[in-house]
Antibody, heavy 119, light 110 residues
């Protein structure tokens, strides 16, 4: 049973960089079958795809592309998200997930972690 | 890349059927058979209910079905049950390895 767990600071100051890690257990992140991705949800609002990674290739939401970086550390079975120059609009629950069907569907999700951007 | 359009809310009585629409463009919903539907209960992570437009993951009830016509995808829930009350989101492949979500629909079981 694959499990994903997000970790990182729950509070980030405006203009700083948000950094989150997703630890995968019960399976290898090195699998060539899956994409790994980040999705966020502002409080009371809908879901927004942030980006995905497959092997070393990264794909980002065009609206966030200039501020986002996703990377994989296969030795730790983790993948990470960095979002720079954050503002209050980046306050959200951040989910990591395993994507199938060529990265088009997320069939395993972490529980989510709330990140608040505030001074 | 604009968000897909979903109705803000739908409702139905137990045992009835409801349909939630998800409208996009020929660059996303209409261009690929790669629409997914997610169910989200309050305070929980979303759960995949439909992928590739009409396929159900293992363990998902056959009361949930998906379809598509032109640029609009639909999720139908038949035999509505109290436990189906949740938020539902569609997503679609939008080309160049990108995804786009709908704004979400709140389903109320009366």
């Amino acid at each position: 049973q694959l499990q994903l767990q997000e970790s990182g600071p729950g509070l980030v100051k405006p203009s700083e960089t948000l950094s989150l890690t997703c630890t995968v257990s019960g399976g290898s992140i090195g699998s060539t079958t899956y994409y790994w991705g980040w999705i966020r949800q502002p409080p009371g609002k809908g879901l927004e795809w942030i980006g995905s990674i497959y092997r070393e290739a990264t794909y980002y939401n065009p609206s966030l592309k200039s501020r986002v970086a996703i990377s994989v550390d296969t030795s730790k079975n983790q993948f990470s998200l960095k979002l720079s120059s954050v503002t209050a609009a980046d306050t959200a629950v951040y989910y990591c997930g395993k994507l199938v069907v060529g990265g088009t569907s997320c069939d395993d999700w972490g529980q989510g972690t709330l990140v608040t951007v505030s001074s | 890349q604009s968000a897909l359009t979903q109705p803000a809310s739908v409702s139905g009585s137990p045992g009835q059927s409801i349909t939630i629409s998800c409208t996009g463009t020929s660059s996303d919903v209409g261009g690929y058979d790669l629409v997914s539907w997610y169910q989200q209960h309050p305070g929980k992570a979303p759960k995949l209910m439909i992928y590739e437009g009409r396929k159900r993951p293992s363990g998902i009830s056959n009361r949930f079905s998906g379809s598509k016509s032109d640029n609009t995808a639909s999720l139908t829930i038949s035999g509505l049950q109290a436990e189906d009350e949740a938020d539902y989101y569609c997503s679609s492949y939008a080309g160049s390895h990108t995804l786009v979500f709908g704004g979400g629909t709140k389903l109320t079981v009366l």
